[in-house]
């Protein structure tokens, strides 16, 4: 079945530093990619999207960029503080539809 | 806005027993509704689609007679795990989506635990 994939499952970065989490996803038809935020034991809260007509989106310190050619889309967090630590999942919609399939999280630790 | 209730929040049940989940959107109709599990340290696994007035549409290895979703109105959905059993303790989460749009608003979660 269509899958994403997400790398790097966990990653540690200085506060101040930025955050890339890139992901891939293989169904051609996706249009729809979103980005959440899951602290422990909440729920998934978006926090940045993007459609397939757009190529970079950007909002306050988070950013995304989508390269639809390549299948790859990746959310780009800037000047991280501590409170930026969470897991990271990222999502493409399925055939056009607006079902989701999730990417397998990014655990993000901002150190100070 | 887009505010998503889940209720309850945790519930411990007997195995054998049936324990129903509500979701609801709060602030805005959502035609679809999806249902969720989430096992620890894994992500989300999409159980089902809830479109209002039909018939859930189950992912592939989701059992329908075990999971019954009733999605009654535009802004309540529910879950029913009927005959829990241990391995079906876990986090469930509902989103919903506004009517016409991609976005999907998740609940709080409700953490089963089957005993």
């Known amino acids: 079945g269509e899958n994403v994939e997400q790398h790097p499952s966990t990653l540690s970065v200085q506060e101040g530093d930025s955050a890339v989490i890139k992901c891939t996803y293989s169904?051609?038809?996706?249009?729809?990619f979103p980005w959440y935020k899951q602290e422990l034991g909440k729920r998934p809260q978006l926090i940045i999207d993007?459609?397939?007509?757009?190529g970079e989106k950007k909002d306050q310190r988070i950013a995304v960029t989508l390269n639809k050619t390549a299948k790859h889309f990746s959310l780009h967090i800037t000047e991280t503080q501590p409170e930026d630590s969470a897991v990271y999942f990222c999502a493409a919609s399925l055939g056009g539809g607006n079902k989701l399939t999730f990417g397998t999280g990014t655990q993000l630790k901002v150190e100070l | 806005g887009a505010v998503v209730s889940q209720h309850p929040s945790w519930v411990i049940c007997k195995s054998g027993t049936s324990v129903k989940i509500e979701c609801r959107s709060l602030?805005?109709?959502?035609?679809?509704m999806f249902w969720y599990r989430q096992f620890p340290k894994q992500s989300l696994m999409l159980m089902a689609t809830s479109n209002e007035g039909s018939k859930a549409t189950y992912e592939q290895g989701v059992e329908k007679d075990k999971f019954l979703i009733n999605h009654a109105s535009l802004t309540l959905s529910t879950l029913t795990v009927t005959s829990a059993h241990p391995e079906d303790s876990s986090f469930y989460i509902c989103s919903a989506s506004p009517s016409g749009s991609y976005e999907q608003y998740f609940g709080p979660g409700t953490r089963l635990t089957v005993t």
């Open positions: 602030d805005f109709q959502a035609t679809t």
């Open positions: 993007i459609r397939s007509n757009v």
């Open positions: 169904d051609s038809a996706s249009n729809y």
